[in-house]
C-alpha cells in the first residue's frame, strides 16, 4: 500500500506565504511523478503543479512565479511554496503520486489540506 499525507494548511493574509509538504510511504519502489491540486466546492481538482522524478515542473498558469514545487533527494516528499497568496488560492489542496510498488503501478491521493487566504 501506499500512502500520502500532507501538512501545512491554514489561515492566512493576503500576500502572505505557507508552505506544504506530502510525504508518500509504502512499499515504494519507485515514485515517477508527483504533484498538488485543488478544489473548491462546486469545482473539479484542479491542477496547481507537478515534478517529474527528472525533476521536470508544469504549473498552472494562474500561480505561476508564485507557487514553486520542489522535491526531497530522496523524492519521497513533495512540496509546495506558495508566496504572494491571494483570496483566489483558498481551496483544499490535494497530493497526488503515481509510481511502482514491487508488485503494480500506482497511482495515489492524501486527504487534502485546507488553505484560507483572508483578505
Known amino acids: 500500500q501506499v500512502q500520502l499525507v500532507e501538512s501545512g494548511g491554514g489561515l492566512v493574509q493576503a500576500g502572505g506565504s505557507l508552505r506544504l509538504s506530502c510525504v508518500a510511504s509504502g512499499s515504494i519502489l519507485e515514485i515517477s511523478a508527483m504533484g498538488w491540486y485543488r478544489r473548491t466546492p462546486g469545482k473539479q481538482r484542479e491542477l496547481v503543479g507537478t515534478?517529474?522524478?527528472?525533476?521536470?515542473?508544469n504549473y498552472a498558469d494562474s500561480v505561476k512565479g508564485r507557487f514553486t514545487i520542489s522535491r526531497s533527494s530522496a523524492k519521497n516528499t513533495v512540496y509546495l511554496q506558495m508566496n504572494s497568496l491571494k483570496p483566489e488560492d483558498t481551496a483544499v489542496y490535494y497530493c497526488?503520486?503515481?509510481?511502482?510498488?514491487?508488485?503494480?503501478?500506482?497511482?495515489?491521493w492524501g486527504q487534502g489540506t485546507q488553505v484560507t487566504v483572508s483578505s
Open positions: 515534478i517529474t522524478s527528472g525533476g521536470s515542473t
Open positions: 497526488n503520486a503515481q509510481g511502482r510498488t514491487p508488485d503494480t503501478v500506482f497511482g495515489s
